[in-house]
């Protein structure tokens, strides 16, 4: 798995705190150092719209169409996902899911169904079925390659939702990568998020 930052609003914290002073006609009183309490004070209050003013968009490789799928979930998000419609998939890679990996006999019964899914899916080519309905045999396993944007508010709701323990160990360890980033880049805003 690969996530990596390609955009993101110049210096986003100020403009969250431009937005939400609008609101209160106080732009007179920005000051860097009053900065994070302020933005703690919008999200303690749930004043959340002026979160949206700020954007992220990150590209995401090597993660499995079952973690996209959760991904895409998340429509106020949005996704532009390498094609199995248009791009080739003969020899396709495929994830292994640790618990998958850990025991011998899955292990092999695995590998050997992802050999004969290549396979079916070479032969169908071959044969002249088109690549759109050759996909049709291709297994969640297969990774995926997606650029994702969305604003920070639905950025917090997502990282909300996919850091929970109860989250498929996946699409977790995607939203750990994407909120180290966004700590980074917005410390105030994703600072009070936790890596469970």
Same mark, same amino acid.
């Given at each position: ?6 955009? !993101? ?6 403009? !969250? ?24 004070? @919008? ?27 959760? @991904? ?90 996919? @850091? ?30 936790? @890596?469970?």
């Amino acid at each position: 798995m690969k996530v990596e930052l390609i955009s !993101i609003t110049k210096d986003p914290e100020n403009v !969250i705190e431009i937005a939400a002073r609008t609101c209160y006609d106080t732009r007179h009183k920005i000051y860097d150092k009053n900065r994070g309490k302020f933005l703690q004070k @919008l999200m303690k209050a749930q004043h959340m719209s002026v979160f949206e003013h700020a954007w992220a968009t990150f590209d995401i490789s090597g993660i499995s169409r079952a973690c996209s799928h959760q @991904l895409v979930r998340h429509r106020l998000a949005s996704f532009s996902q390498r094609s199995q419609r248009y791009v080739r998939e003969e020899g396709f890679e495929y994830i292994t899911p640790e618990t998958i990996d850990k025991n011998e006999k899955a292990a092999d019964f695995y590998h050997d169904l992802m050999k004969q899914l290549q396979q079916g899916y070479k032969h169908l080519l071959d044969i002249g079925i088109p690549k759109e309905d050759a996909r049709f045999i291709l297994p969640n396993a297969c990774p995926t390659h997606i650029v994702m944007s969305a604003n920070f508010r639905e950025w917090l709701h997502i990282l909300q939702l996919r @850091l929970a323990p109860s989250a498929q160990w996946e699409i977790r360890e995607l939203a750990r990568q994407i909120l180290t980033i966004l700590r980074r880049e917005a410390p105030t805003v994703f600072g009070y998020l936790r @890596l469970k």
